[in-house]
């Protein structure tokens, strides 16, 4: 039997949607669409583990892992089938168009309160992997 292949999402602005402090409506059909295929669920964010588990314990949400939850962070960046994030660019072999791509971010949703790239998960990993 082969392993169980991990579709990542992020949380913030992809599942839950700030602005009214929810889900998004089909965040649900997404999540069980996905898992009806036989693929995990990972929730895959910088805000704290806890309180995702927390809202997703409240809302019905049922992801397979958070990471950053009980430690399982491994080496930092999750291997998985397939990422969705309201941030990502898709690399499809054209660097003028990822470049395209990333400026338009830059220029329509800049990041609010920027304070560099700093760890912001698992309060017991230390960001300078000491």
Not at 80 to 96: C, H, I
Request: aromatic share 10%; charged share 25%.
């Amino acid at each position: 039997m082969s392993q169980p292949q991990y579709v990542s999402l992020d949380f913030d602005r992809t599942i839950w949607d700030t602005d009214n402090n929810k889900p998004y409506d089909f965040a649900w059909d997404f999540i069980d669409a996905l898992r009806t295929r036989g693929l995990k669920i990972l929730i895959h964010s910088c805000n704290h583990a806890s309180w995702i588990r927390k809202m997703c314990e409240e809302h019905n949400l049922r992801p397979d892992m958070i990471w950053g939850e009980d430690g399982n962070v491994g080496c930092g960046k999750p291997l998985v089938v397939a990422a969705v994030d309201d941030r990502a660019v898709a690399f499809r072999g054209d660097w003028r168009a990822a470049l395209a791509d990333v400026l338009e971010l830059v220029e329509t949703k800049p990041v609010k309160h920027y304070r560099g790239p700093v760890y912001l998960g698992n309060q017991h990993r230390p960001a300078n992997n000491e």
